[in-house]
């Protein structure tokens, strides 16, 4: 189980200039914006306009904080996003813009070539202790708000706020015991054909 600390998160220019970006991991370590194998990060949005496009790319993304953005994707019917929305899985090479109908925004980014990788996010607003498996290539647990324990077999460490633990395909389940009121995010990486 290895721990990325919010503190040491790097934060970078946009692709496209408008805004910049707060990387949290990405692989390999070493990739900028246009060779990365998978990329998770958060943005702040302070106004709406196109996104920047990644060819060969898959994304999901989440709202962290804020009241929403509406994202308008070619060929699919216009998404409202919020907080409380489920995580939103779109391509990142199709033209893409968002509106921001109640002011900026914070979200979570996560992306995967297709070619190599396909990813899925799930939220998590465990009230009590739940165990999740790790049996994907990789397993990442983003605590978002609050605070959460984590257990894999002796290994056992705390997340604070929008610290991040990665873990590769491992035999036992993590089990989390979350304080009140915490909310997380897991997302799972494994080979293979992408999906959309």
Not at 40 to 47: P, Q, T
Not at 113 to 118: E, F, G
Not at 121 to 139: F, K, M, N, S, W
Request: proline share 7%; net charge negative; hydrophobic share 45%.
């Amino acid at each position: 189980m290895r721990i990325l600390r919010a503190a040491g998160y790097r934060t970078m220019p946009w692709k496209n200039g408008g805004g910049t970006t707060t990387e949290i991991a990405v692989s390999p370590a070493d990739a900028g914006l246009d060779d990365f194998d998978w990329r998770i990060s958060m943005a702040r949005v302070e106004a709406g306009g196109p996104f920047s496009a990644f060819p060969g790319i898959d994304r999901t993304l989440c709202v962290l904080e804020g009241e929403g953005l509406t994202l308008d994707v070619a060929g699919l019917a216009p998404a409202t996003l919020t907080g409380t929305s489920e995580p939103f899985s779109f391509p990142a090479d199709a033209p893409t813009s968002a509106t921001l109908p109640a002011g900026p925004i914070t979200d979570l980014n996560v992306m995967t070539r297709r070619s190599r990788l396909r990813h899925r996010v799930e939220r998590l607003d465990p009230a009590d202790a739940v165990e999740i498996a790790t049996d994907a290539a990789l397993t990442l647990v983003l605590c978002h708000e609050g605070e959460v324990r984590l257990r894999q077999g002796m290994a056992a460490e705390t997340l604070g706020r929008l610290d991040m633990a990665v873990l590769a395909d491992g035999q036992a389940a993590l089990r989390l015991d979350p304080a009140p009121r915490a909310r997380l995010f897991v997302i799972r990486i494994t080979a293979g054909q992408g999906v959309r």
